[in-house]
């Protein structure tokens, strides 16, 4: 079952490649990251093409998450289409990559 956090501010957001880039080198911006953010100290987590910020600290955000546990870690997950950013101003707006990616590129 989703949970859901309404009107909260970020306070940490990062990203890394979790493919490779064809070759060695080329954009970046096609390639699968993984995104993390905090809500205070709690990490939530997705994966999106590219490694664009999807949410500021100045922005206000709703989304919902569901949590799954591996090997005793519990992980946090994004459900990327719930995601309301609302900048400083109050708008909303949407950053990012929203395509799907159906496939992971095999590394070389």
Known sequence: MDKKLENVKITDYSTYAVERRKG???DSAKILHSHSFKVG???YTFLAKGHTQWIFKT?????EYYTNEVKGRVYNNLVK???VTKDKNGETVIRGDRSYKRILRQPS
């Open 59 to 63: 922005d206000t955000v709703t989304f």
């Open 24 to 26: 060695g080198s080329g």
């Open 41 to 43: 100290d709690i990490e």
């Open 81 to 83: 289409s719930s995601l």
